[in-house]
């Protein structure tokens, strides 16, 4: 079923996009970022947020585990409202203190893989699983608001 329209994949072509240009934006957002962490000290102040660069990345790391170490078809591991998804963020950083950038950078590769293992390149991209607030998010929504964690904290730390 399409995303767009009345109920009809016929604009998905104008719309839409494939498993293989997302996960090919993925990697290259992710790459992109691990190589930023590589050369960006981990106590690094963030701009604009009371986090460090190091606590950015475990960040990053955290939100591609609630894909990873979940069953995603359960909505445990989800938040209700956005200030429940703070709280998340800040209980998941405080279960990664002392983690060293470099771990992090390791961590990441790995759940990356079995992130992709769990959905391919040819996962269907309409398939919708629980989100925060009580939304279904379609494979497509999941691995585009993945680039754009990557995107978005790339950018904070560049800062």
């Not at 950015?56 to 894909?67: D, F, G, N, P, Q």
């Not at 990664?96 to 390149?121: F, H, M, N, T």
């Amino acid at each position: 079923m399409s995303t767009t329209g009345a109920g009809s994949t016929t604009y998905d072509k104008f719309v839409f996009t494939d498993g293989d240009e997302l996960w090919d934006r993925l990697h290259q957002a992710h790459r992109r970022f691990a190589a930023l962490l590589s050369i960006t000290p981990s106590k690094h102040p963030v701009p604009g947020s009371d986090w460090t660069a190091g606590e950015v990345a475990t960040h990053l790391l955290t939100v591609v585990r609630r894909y990873t170490q979940r069953d995603l078809t359960d909505p445990s591991g989800t938040s209700a409202d956005v200030a429940e998804i703070a709280a998340l963020n800040k209980a998941e950083l405080a279960d990664y203190a002392g983690i060293s950038v470099r771990e992090v950078i390791d961590l990441l590769w790995q759940e990356l893989a079995d992130l992709e293992k769990k959905l391919p390149r040819t996962a269907d991209l309409h398939q919708t699983y629980p989100f925060h607030s009580g939304q279904e998010v379609d494979v497509a929504g999941w691995l585009g608001n993945l680039i754009g964690e990557f995107l978005v904290h790339g950018r904070d730390v560049a800062r």
